[in-house]
Each structure stands twice: as C-alpha cells, then as structure tokens.
C-alpha cells in the first residue's frame, strides 16, 4: 500500500501521549480559515511511501516512545487515505507501538463505517478536532458542515475508542460563550472523551499563505489573550 504524505515529524510533544513520530498526511477536504498547513491541501502533492517504508523510519526511533509515546497520523485529513493508515497502523500495532489518528472525523458516514471500523481496530486513540459546534458557522470556518464530525463523536462513543477532544480557540469566530458551552454539553454526552485540548489561534502559517499565492482570511486576527483562554477551559472543564 503507497500513501501520499507531506512531512514527518520525529519528536512530536502536541500531537498525543508522550514523545511521538507525527506522519502528516497529503490532502484535505476542509479548508479552515486559520489552516496552518494549506500545502497539505491538495491530493495531488505530497510524496509516496509504502506503508513499510514508513514503518521503517519509525523505528528508529521507538526507544523514545517508552513511558507513552507513539505514532500520531495527522495530515490534511489522514482517512482520505484510510487504507494505507490502516496497514501502517497494523504494522506499529505488531512492533507493540501505540496508535493515534489525529481527524476532523468530516470524511465518516454510515456507508463507509466498514473501512472506518478496520482503521480503527488499530487504532489506540483518536485526536478528533471539532472546529466549530453550531452547523452554519462551522460550515463558514471550513466549507462543510459538522453534520458529519459530531456524527463521528458519537460512533466513538457508541463503540468507546478513547478519544481527546480538540478545538481551535479564534477570536470571534470560536472564542464565543454560548458557543463554548454548546460545545461542552456535547462532549458532556461523551463517556469515551479523556482529555479536551484548547489550542489558541496563531497566525505562524500565515506566510505560506503569501508563498502559495493564497489570501489569508484571518489576516489581522489576533491569538486570544490569556484571559480568554483561561475562560475557554473552565467552560469546557478543562479546568476548574
């Protein structure tokens, strides 16, 4: 199995449990405002790899992953290419490596529920980032709707795959209470979820924008202060 990827990562500390070897995946069908990473858009980049070659470079560096670490497959969207995850996830799982799939859950229907239950037999956690809770205004950050995501939060739950909760803290488009606490009612209804993340907004992949003749649709959107960071994780009960 061949899969397309973007870049690799060898010491990841944000992406999951641990130290972990972060495979960015080629492709995706979101397109989020405040992307970091729009050369990983297109299907047609990125360069290919067997799921064994991949494997390969990650052991090199299995001696790092003692005391939780791991492999985190990210992207783009890593189940545009489910299968070749699923492979190189099957391989890691026998070399006793912990899996995780770093999603926006947008790709998962009742349809494909199939192959989505092959990739996640291998599959230790799932990293599954809600841009937005209410159906319109996730629709504006990312040109679909989240019909599908929450659909995908549930079906973890309905089959208790550990899951971390990730969301993208943007001034006046997510740093909102109503929406904060919509979101946290969700997840409320979660018995799988073992950790929420509120990741602040940042403007460092604004340049690639510029490099790949791109306009940047957040330009001039400031990170959030502390403050309302602060306010974020006590709403989600990230803290107290």
Same mark, same amino acid.
């Given at each position: 199995?061949?899969?397309?990827?973007?870049?690799?990562?060898?010491? +990841?500390?944000?992406?999951?449990? +641990?130290?972990?070897?972060?495979?960015?995946?080629?492709?995706?069908?979101?397109? /989020?405002?405040? /992307?970091?990473?729009?050369? $990983?858009?297109? $299907?047609?980049?990125?360069?290919?790899?067997?799921?064994?070659?991949?494997?390969?470079?990650?052991?090199?560096?299995?001696?790092?992953?003692?005391?939780?670490?791991?492999?985190?497959?990210?992207?783009?969207?890593?189940?545009?290419?489910?299968?070749?995850?699923?492979?190189?996830? +099957?391989?890691?799982?026998?070399?006793?490596?912990? $899996?995780?799939?770093?999603?926006?859950? %947008?790709?998962?229907?009742?349809?494909?529920?199939?192959?989505?239950?092959?990739?996640?037999?291998? $599959?230790?956690?799932?990293?599954?980032?809600?841009?937005?809770?209410?159906?319109?205004?996730?629709? #504006?950050?990312?040109?679909?709707?989240?019909?599908?995501?929450?659909?995908?939060?549930?079906?973890?739950?309905?089959?208790? #795959?550990?899951?971390?909760?990730?969301?993208?803290?943007?001034? +006046? %488009?997510?740093?909102?209470?109503?929406?904060?606490?919509?979101?946290?009612?969700?997840?409320?209804?979660?018995?799988?979820?073992?950790?929420?993340?509120?990741?602040?907004?940042?403007?460092?992949?604004?340049?690639?924008?510029?490099?790949?003749?791109?306009?940047?649709?957040?330009?001039?959107?400031?990170?959030?202060?502390?403050?309302?960071?602060?306010?974020?994780?006590?709403?989600?009960?990230?803290?107290?």
């Amino acid at each position: 199995m061949v899969g397309k990827i973007h870049s690799f990562e060898t010491f +990841g500390t944000v992406d999951g449990p +641990g130290i972990r070897f972060v495979v960015f995946m080629q492709g995706c069908p979101m397109r /989020c405002l405040y /992307c970091h990473n729009p050369d $990983t858009w297109r $299907t047609d980049g990125g360069r290919e790899y067997t799921a064994q070659d991949v494997a390969q470079r990650v052991l090199k560096y299995k001696s790092y992953f003692t005391g939780g670490g791991g492999v985190t497959v990210s992207g783009g969207e890593p189940m545009l290419q489910a299968e070749f995850v699923r492979e190189l996830f +099957g391989i890691l799982k026998g070399k006793g490596i912990h $899996t995780a799939l770093d999603t926006s859950g %947008i790709l998962f229907t009742p349809e494909n529920r199939s192959a989505v239950d092959k990739l996640l037999e291998v $599959t230790d956690l799932v990293l599954l980032d809600i841009k937005h809770i209410d159906g319109e205004e996730h629709k #504006k950050l990312t040109a679909h709707s989240n019909k599908n995501v929450l659909a995908f939060a549930k079906y973890l739950c309905e089959t208790g #795959k550990p899951t971390w909760v990730r969301h993208v803290l943007v001034p +006046g %488009i997510t740093d909102n209470d109503e929406y904060l606490s919509r979101l946290a009612e969700f997840i409320g209804g979660l018995n799988n979820v073992q950790k929420v993340e509120v990741l602040p907004y940042h403007t460092m992949g604004e340049v690639k924008y510029g490099n790949l003749g791109l306009e940047y649709a957040l330009k001039g959107v400031q990170p959030p202060d502390g403050v309302r960071v602060q306010n974020a994780k006590r709403i989600l009960g990230v803290i107290k």
